[in-house]
């Protein structure tokens, strides 16, 4: 009978190695091999919002999907993992764009399967070994991944290398590194130490609506800049060695801050926290608007990078604790919604003007939904 993780080092290297593929890789590695695929001619520039939108659609998909599927999250979590790396393998024996589309939405459902899964498994088993505040470990692989993902395409982009053979290559290395998530995701989340607070009778609280919706409003607001940042920086200056160095600067930021906003100051009040990161967020989104230079996309690039993997933690925190018995409905309604709000992004952006105006309107927009959600949850953090 498979035994659970006996130690917290246990869970967070399962759990933020698993996150490490399934965001960095499933559904992330799309934006800076997006540059590479149009350097290659394999991929028209405006093809790509399409590309995106179907990993998006789907994630959405496995997002409200995963709690209604018979297995335990970390069998669910398992399985999906294995789908990431295989379908990110399968990206680089085909330059069909019908069949990238198929992959790019298998990519997005595993992903969100996964999230889920690892999610509901590593903040449950923390729990039980009371050491919540570790979440911000799990949470910091999200942004590992990105990072890796990013200097794996700076460092092997090299002349002559085609992005065929770096999907390839980058299916190979996801594969390896879910050794450790494989062999240690076993088991289910045991009780808590301590009931979770500000639950209601019923299991839910009434803000959990209205964070929901917060949350699709985030999935909205983060994804323009998150997808087209390396795109934008590669019109700016057409160095790989520059345009390059824009996604691993944003996985880095998204590591860092995680762990340092889990050792500080969240755990005090997190709906605050989340209103904060949401402000800067939004300025991240509006800078290329009005500062498209190479240092108004660094900068861009570290407060988006730097507060969306702390909003993806704070959220899937407050709806676990929201929601204790039924945790993993509470995860894939919240993953739900954020995919959404991520979904309408690159699909706004290809409704609109193809020549530039269009990225620029959609990144406007994405930083004033965010800015709207700020005096909304500084409230329900009062309550």
């Given amino acids: 009978m498979p035994t659970k993780p006996r130690s917290p080092l246990a869970v967070c290297l399962a759990a933020a190695s698993a996150l ?28 790509s919002p399409y590309l995106a939108a179907i990993n998006y659609l789907t994630y959405l998909v496995g997002g409200l999907t995963a709690a209604r599927l018979p297995w335990p999250p970390a069998k669910l979590a398992r399985l999906s993992l294995v789908g990431v790396g295989v379908v990110t393998v399968l990206m680089g024996t085909t330059g069909s764009l019908w069949l990238w589309l198929v992959l790019r939405g298998l990519a997005g459902l595993f992903s969100g399967w996964a999230l889920v899964g690892v999610s ?88 959990l609506g209205l964070l929901t919706l917060c949350y699709g409003i985030f999935g909205f607001g983060y994804i323009l800049p998150a997808t087209f940042l390396p795109a934008l920086a590669r019109q700016t200056v057409d160095d790989p060695a520059v345009f390059g160095l824009v996604w691993p600067l944003f996985g880095s930021a998204a590591a860092v801050s995680t762990l340092l906003a889990g050792a500080a100051w969240i755990q005090h009040n997190r709906l605050r926290a989340w209103a904060g990161c949401h402000g800067l967020m939004a300025c991240g989104a ?68 193809s020549d530039g105006s269009g990225l620029a309107l959609g990144l406007a927009a994405a930083g004033f939904a965010l800015l709207a959600t700020v005096p909304l949850l500084w409230r329900l953090s009062c309550r």
């Fill in 286 to 353: 509006l800078l290329p608007v009005f500062r498209p230079t190479e240092a108004g996309l660094a900068v861009s690039a570290l407060l988006v990078g730097g507060t969306f993997v702390v909003v993806t933690m704070l959220g899937m925190q407050e709806a676990r604790l929201r929601s204790p018995d039924h945790a993993a409905a509470a995860l894939s309604q919240m993953t739900g919604a954020f995919a959404l709000g991520q979904l309408a992004g690159p699909l706004a952006v290809a409704l609109l003007p």
């Fill in 20 to 47: 490490a593929v399934a965001m960095g890789v499933g559904r992330f590695a799309f934006t800076p091999m997006l540059p590479l695929m149009v350097r290659d001619g394999g991929l028209d520039m405006a093809a």
């Fill in 120 to 207: 509901t498994w590593a903040l449950g088993e923390l729990a039980h070994l009371g050491r919540p505040r570790l979440a911000a470990v799990v949470y910091a692989g999200v942004g590992a991944g990105i990072a890796l993902a990013g200097l794996f395409c700076l460092i092997a982009a090299r002349p002559g290398i085609t992005a065929a053979r770096l999907w390839l290559e980058l299916g190979g290395l996801a594969l390896v590194a879910l050794a450790a998530p494989l062999l240690l995701l076993r088991g289910g989340p045991g009780p808590s130490r301590r009931p979770p607070d500000r639950i209601s009778s019923s299991g839910e609280t009434p803000q």
